[in-house]
């Protein structure tokens, strides 16, 4: 018996010897992911007033025009709500002229591709955040129970104030980023629909002739 506690000392020393080396890169973690959900979200904030504003025009409008007068779409695409969907204006603008025949469909697969990385950005917080957050309340945890045994309550107090912060932080990061990524999907998917129809139009179908993927979340709530 001795032995096992003798071979599992130095494994234990070394596992809170470990811990205690990320604590700190964990906090900052946990703080500049809060930053970045800070970005989007102020990126997303741009986004929406230039959808609101008494300027704003729909998508399909915008991609029609474009379409029916490639010479003019750089300014006409500067009129979307978003640099995306002014790129896909652009690239549906270029394919038009294309000899390929399935130009416009690569244009919309291009923009869906771009759709999804910025989309899984927000989704790696989803994640991220609520883990780093996990991480940033444990690892606190050993030294205060320590401390509490040898009856060293300011020590206890700091560490479970460290802890208890870095909870907050990282279901605050999950949170945001979860509605983010709902909100940008809705209004992502509602653009592509958009162009869609545009191209349909342009082309006498009644219908979008271009499947798009599901753009989804890709995470669960935190």
């Known amino acids: 018996m001795s032995r096992i506690l003798a071979a599992s000392d130095p494994a234990s020393q070394a596992l809170s010897g470990l811990a205690s080396v990320l604590e700190t890169p964990v906090h900052v973690l946990a703080v500049l992911l809060l930053g970045i959900l800070a970005y989007e979200l102020g990126g997303l904030g741009m986004e929406a007033w230039r959808r609101v504003s008494p300027r704003a025009r729909p998508v399909q409008d915008t991609a029609g025009r474009a379409l029916a007068d490639p010479d003019a779409a750089p300014g006409i695409a500067r009129e979307t709500p978003g640099p995306l969907t002014e790129r896909a204006v652009l690239d549906l603008a270029l394919a038009v002229r294309s000899p390929r025949t399935d130009a ?19 989704r790696m917080l989803v994640r991220a955040g609520p883990a780093l957050g996990l991480m940033g309340t444990l690892i606190p945890l050993a030294p205060g129970l320590s401390a509490l045994g040898e009856g060293n309550y300011q020590q206890l107090a700091g560490d479970l104030k460290s802890a208890f912060a870095a909870t907050v932080v990282g279901i605050l990061v999950g949170t945001g980023a979860y509605a983010l990524t709902l909100v940008r999907t809705r209004i992502y998917t509602e653009d592509l629909a958009g162009l869609e129809r545009a191209v349909a139009g342009r082309e006498g179908h009644a219908e979008p002739h271009h499947r798009h993927v599901e753009l989804t979340v890709g995470g669960d709530a935190p």
């Not at 416009?104 to 869906?112: D, P, S, T, V």
């Open 104 to 122: 416009i469909e690569n244009a919309l697969a291009g923009y869906e591709l771009r759709i999804q990385r910025k989309l899984d950005r927000t």
